[in-house]
Every structure is written in structure tokens, then in C-alpha cells.
């Protein structure tokens, strides 16, 4: 049997390493969660259709991730969703007349909120709205503007021939 | 024809029995489980005996599981050219799937074993007994602890093995493959949620009860001869394993 002094220290050891482990998955190997909450503030957009955006999506700013996307609510007076972004403080000065779109990330990846920058000197407060806000791109919707586009305009070579 | 029923009945039977005694065995140690926590002594010996003990295969096997994923993972991934998710593919199959259930494996093959081999022992060789004979009730003092140990010790190898194992695909992926160790981190980030982290945890608790469980069950109710202390061990091997594998299917159920 080893002495109680050395079963205390190895034991000591395991538990610190096995703390240490869950402490760097915490931290290290995931996005969502603490670093954001504490120094941030909010921005709400309301779009008429946010397609696939989930909450914990990344909001960017010239494809630089400034934050998130805290929740996502419909709105029934406006008949809109109203999307809450949480952006961290370091990005304080977005100008006020900003624009929101939703984008999709590559062909297959998740959507995620767009920011471009506008020329406004005053930027934007906790908790505005943001002024315009582009709706995502739903893809049955251009096929279906392609089809009945298509549809529309009489195929050109048939009914000369008829005549 | 008969004699066959009456074969399938009577193992059933001993299935149901076995059932049985394994919850009883779980209540009675529900119930003492107040009065054993306020003792840290021995409890700190049994994390001692079944976690400083298992970290060296722990290690070693996260090491290698970690490499083969990322092996595995480069070639299939180089497919359709994205090893960029190098990252996120380890991360999420290590996290939810294969932490838990491969350390569940190997702390009862190296953990498991031994209590039950220990517990088996000391019914052989009549310690049990005069323990009863002395009034001090044995399932508090010699059952309790371990059982505590094992509970205490697994989420935490889980943990280890997990981030040995992240750090083994960084190494074939990133240093013998080439892929961008930023990108390797940093997809990873974006994808692991903090409820992956859970999964992983709370299924290592689950396995850490279920194996210490069906070891410290096994050890007590060993029959008292060589025979059958290893027959424990080996039972608790194989049950521990099945257990694992079968509540891995039910825990995953639930929280996807």
C-alpha cells in the first residue's frame, strides 16, 4: 500500500487534469457561450422571411464574425420575424443606416446575417432596429420566378411558323 | 421439445432473478448513499484506485483513437476536398459518441475488473463475513466507496480522453497531413455547441454509474471460490459492455 501522501497528490492531479479537460472543452472548442455575454450589445432586425437562420447563427461584418444571433420571434402586428443580434462591444461604431441580409454560407452551409456598412456618422444604439433588412434568399422562390418568367414570354419561333 | 421450453424458461428466469437483485442491490446502495458521502476518506482512495490508476491507458488510448480519426477522417474528407472540417468531424464524433463509450470500455476492462476481482476476494477469502460478524455493515464501508469512486472518476477520464484524443487528429491532420491548424480549431468552434459538451458528460456519468454498479454487484455477490471470482470479473466485463452500448443508443435518443 503507498502512502496516504501519494494517494492524495495523484488524486489531486487526476481531478485538476480531469477539471482542466472539461474546463478547455468549455472554453476552447466551442463558439457559443461566455465570451459573448458579458460585454455586448443588442440589434434587432425584422425580416419578412428569414429562410433557415437559427439562433446562435453568426452575424458578420465584411465576412468577420461581430456576433450572434440571440432570438428569433414573429412579430403578428407587423407580420414580420423579428431577429435579436447580439454584437460584441468592440464593434460599437456600425454606422446607423447599416443594412441586414441574410446569406447562406457556400451552396449547402448554414445561413447566417450579413452587415454591410452605411455612411452614417451616428452609429448605432443597445437596442435599435436596423433599418433595412434584406430577406433571405429562398431558393423555391427562384425557380419559381425563373419558371413562370419563362412561361410568360410566348416561345418566339412557333407561332411564326403557324402563320 | 419440452426440455428445450423448459431450458429457455429457466433462463429466463435467472435473467429476471439477476434483474432483480442487481436493483435491489442499487436501492439498498441508494439509501446508505447520504451517510456514505460525509466519509472522504476512503472515497478519495476509490478516485484514486479507479481514476489516477486508469489515466495512463486512458491517455494512451484517446492518443491513438484521436490519430486513426483524423487518418480516417483526412482521407474520407479529401474526397470531396473539404479537410478543413477535419475539426468539427473529430470534435462532434468524439464528443457525443465515442468519449464516452470507449473510456465506458476501458474503465471497465481496467477499473471494473479490479473491483470486482477485489470485492470477489474479499468474499472468498470470508473478509465480508467477519465484517458482518464485527456489525459493521460492508456495503457501507467496503461497497459504498468504490461504487462513489467509479461514479466520481468517469466524467472526469471522459473529459481527458476527449481532449488527448482532439489533440491526436490535431497532430496527424495538422503536422503530418497539412491541414491549416487554424482552420482546424476554428471550424471545429464554430460547429461544437455547448450542448455536445453535455451529451458527453451526462452520458459519462450515466456509464460511470452503470459500470461501477454492475462491477461492485458483481464483486459482492461473487461465489466464494477461485471459480468465481473470475467468473465476476468476466461478467462484469461483458454485462458492462452491453449495458454501456445499449444505454448509448437510449441517451442518444434522448437528447437528440
Redesign the interface.
Known sequence: MRSTRT??I??G???L???A??L???T??????YSMKSDSYRLKASFENIGGLKS?A?VSLAGVTIGRVEDIQYDMDLYKAIVTMRINDKYRAIPNDSDASIYTAGLLGGQYIGLTPGSSDVPYRDGEQVIMANDAIVLEHLISKYLFNSAATPPAPAPAAQE | MIAVLRELWQSLTTFLERVGLLVRFALRLMAILPSGLLRVRPI??Q??NT??MS?VIIMTCGLFIGMVLGLQGYDLLTRFGSEEYLGTAT?ISL?RELGPVVTALLFAGRAGTALAAELGLMRATDQIAAMEIMAVDPMRRVVLPRFLGGVI?M???V??F??VA?FGAQLVGVEFFGVDAGSY?SQ???A???S??RE??VKGLVFGVACSLIAVYEGYNAKPTADGVGRATTRTVVISAVVTLILDYILTALML
Open positions: 494517494i492524495d495523484s488524486t492531479l487526476f481531478v487534469l480531469g477539471f479537460a472539461i478547455f472543452m468549455v476552447q472548442i466551442t463558439n457559443s457561450g446562435g453568426p | 478519495i482512495e478516485v484514486y481514476g489516477a489515466l470534435a464528443l472518476a466524467p472526469l477520464l473529459s481527458i476527449i481532449v482532439l480549431w471545429m468552434r464554430s461544437v455547441e455547448l455536445d459538451i458527453g458528460l
